[in-house]
């Protein structure tokens, strides 16, 4: 059993990598995990945010690429492990929205995109950086998956089965890497005021309304309360959890009555 860690989440010298890091969840996690002490690196596909990333995240330096491509993905690696020594630390936030159409009219190539950025991206990720850690025998990683990977959602498909084939990568990483003192664990968001969700409720893709009447905690999240989760499964804290799937959903994924949580449970305040 590791040193019990200090009275407070601390990362100081380890190393980190941040994919998604220029934007929502993985700026908001990189930032943490800087404030937290450690040293963090972001991968993003979009230069120009990732490069004004550094300065509200305070992240050392950025590498540019497509998660979903094999040999950007061995790059970024190669040259973040360059520059910082080696990866302690990965956190996989790159991730894109589908098209909210059903199946029977879905474009294949749309459908497949979406299943590379978010499901391929995190396991070239995990692949590249998880063989030094095995190697190192230490390593955590924190994929993210979604609401939408732990039940079906109509208009949803790419998204859904890519989410939940990361929890499930998340789960085969575990039990391979577990043995050489790897975890990999995985939060399950739901509705969380990032850029990819504003813009969907500035187009009324949804209405605000609905979410918050399904949610037992009445609201959409913010960025910091996933940072917050993934900063615990990194760090030692989390020292014995591997393979889990959090949610963090204010108990949309443990919702099981009918209609609004309000309407649908006989219980009055
Ligand atoms: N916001 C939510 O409500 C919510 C809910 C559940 C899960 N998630 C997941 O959280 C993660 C972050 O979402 P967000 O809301 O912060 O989104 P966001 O759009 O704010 O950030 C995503 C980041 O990933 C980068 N990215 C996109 N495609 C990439 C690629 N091919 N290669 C490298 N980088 C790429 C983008 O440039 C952006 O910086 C995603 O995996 C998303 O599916 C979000």
Redesign the pocket.
Known sequence: MPDRPGPQIRLDGRKALV?????????TTARLLAELGAEVAI????EA??EA?LRETGARFHVV?????TE?VERMVDEVRKRMGRIDLVF??????DDLVPVHAQDPDRWQRVVD??LR?TYLVCRAAGRHMVERRSGSIVN?????GLGAFPGRSA?GVA?AGINHLTATLACEWGPFGVRVNCI??????????RSLLERKIFDPRVIERRTPLGR??E?EE?AQAAAFLLSDWASYITGAVLPVDGGWSVYGAAGDVDKGTPVKA
Not at 19 to 27: C, D, F, H, L, P
Not at 92 to 97: M, P
């Open positions: 994919t998604g890091g220029a934007s929502g969840i993985g700026a991968a993003d596909i979009d945010a990732a990333s690429g497509d998660v979903a491509n950007d996989n936030s790159a991730g894109i929205g950025v978010n991206g993210v998956s979604s609401i939408v998204y989410k399950a968001p739901a509705y969380t005021r990032t850029p990819m969700v959409f999240a960025p996933m």
